[in-house]
């Protein structure tokens, strides 16, 4: 199974160029031509012809984030929502975070890394991935 959405198992292609807008090395948010978030396709597509699908912008979900999610959480449906109440602990009030950012070293923007943060705050390197229905032949 590949490591990331691209199909590969790194984040670099064979010629030694970035796959995907991320921070490459500690402190070099430059490194890949991005210093923050830039405009989409601007990396090579995905083999299903998407981009950008991990790195940019982290995704928000609409999953609810636990630590225990996988002891609990079935291969078929593996989405978890609570949409937490104003009077819930914060620990309720956090969803998951997929794919990494422009922020991010490139660990976070692997397919089986998740992360979190909470419900009620906005932050500029989360954003959503925009998937639309294929209408044609």
């Known amino acids: 199974m590949a490591s990331y959405p691209w199909g590969?198992?790194?984040a670099?292609?064979?010629n030694g160029c970035f796959l995907a807008n991320f921070k490459p090395y500690r402190g070099a948010y430059?490194?890949?031509?991005?210093?923050?978030t830039m405009r989409v396709a601007q990396f090579r597509p995905n083999d299903f012809g998407l981009f950008?699908?991990?790195?940019?912008?982290?995704?928000?979900?609409?999953s609810a984030y636990?630590?225990?999610t996988n002891t609990y959480?079935?291969?078929i449906n593996s989405n978890f929502e609570y949409m937490a109440r104003k009077d819930d602990p914060d620990i309720l009030k956090c969803k998951v975070v997929k794919g990494g950012s422009w922020k991010d070293i490139y660990y976070y923007m692997q397919c089986g890394v998740r992360t979190?943060?909470?419900q009620y705050e906005s932050r500029a390197y989360i954003g959503f991935r925009c998937v639309r229905s294929f209408v044609g032949d």
């Open 30 to 36: 430059n490194d890949d031509t991005g210093t923050m």
């Open 66 to 68: 636990n630590p225990s």
């Open 52 to 62: 950008d699908m991990a790195g940019n912008v982290a995704e928000w979900t609409s």
């Open 73 to 75: 959480v079935s291969d």
């Open 116 to 118: 979190y943060e909470y």
């Open 12 to 14: 670099r292609d064979a």
């Open 8 to 10: 590969g198992n790194y």
